[in-house]
């Protein structure tokens, strides 16, 4: 559904992205793994249209294309789930889920919002998700942050979304929410939508992922289908693997006391 090949990205002198490949396939969960400064932002603000790559080819349905707005990439069916999430807290859910794109009835100076459609249709999609809300005109600033999640997880569903982009929806959860939103992800890919899942935690990202794409400042560190690694090796590539070993010598001797000659324990 979307494919990025050797994709690049720089801002004067600074390579932000460098030779980074990606494929998202209909009813697969791809994972893009990397710390903070590892370039999972521009990653990002290329494929939802923000913006455009200065190499390497990008790809919707096998076209090659350059995406001028998020506008676009939404008319084309990538929509982006952003952690700050785009929501008004007073408002309430069903108002939340239609923002932007409210439906309307009568015409002319008689034209008003269809809010009994916005509620019933707002109930309906969320249940089709199997979240079930105890009611959907409390303001969406009384739920919790996976619930939040799970929200604009289902609208992008029902506004018609073919590939999902998700950055780090689970980043500032705890374990229980975390595993709420991740089973709604994993909802969504089995409703046949490509999702891309932004995160920095493997654990997460092994429990759903089909592919996974690690970055180190800004280029490829790996790129792997989960039956070729481990959560361990995912959790060591990630990590830095040898970085790490070598930062764990360096920290054991450190820790180790150096003794005096004539101290009691040295002898």
Known sequence: MVELTDVSKYYG?????????????????????G???????TLIKIISGLHQHDAGTFRIDGEQTRLGSPREALDRGIA??????????LMP???????????????????????????ETTRTELRRMGIDLRDVDQPIGT????????????????????????????????????????????AARDAGLGV?????????????????VLLKRGAMAGSHAKPEITLDELTRQMAGGSELEELSHELARASTPTLRPGHPTAE
Not at 13 to 33: D, F, Q
Request: charged letters at 20%.
């Open 80 to 89: 982006t789930v952003y952690q700050d999430l785009a929501v008004v807290p």
């Open 13 to 33: 002198n600074i390579k932000a992205l460098e030779g980074v490949s990606l494929e998202v396939r209909a009813g697969e969960i791809s994972c893009v793994l």
């Open 143 to 186: 739920l919790s942050g996976g619930e939040r999640q799970c929200v604009a997880i289902a609208r992008a569903v029902y506004f018609g979304a073919k590939v999902l982009v998700l950055d780090e929806p689970t980043a500032a959860l705890g374990v229980k929410q975390s595993g709420v939103v991740l089973k709604y992800v994993a």
């Open 93 to 119: 859910v069903w108002r939340n889920f239609f923002l932007g794109s409210e439906p309307t009835k009568g015409r002319g100076l008689l034209r008003r919002l269809d809010t009994a459609t916005m509620r």
């Open 196 to 212: 891309v899942l932004i995160t920095h935690n493997p654990h997460h990202a092994y429990l759903v992922g089909d592919r996974f």
């Open 35 to 41: 710390d903070n400064g590892a370039g999972k932002s």
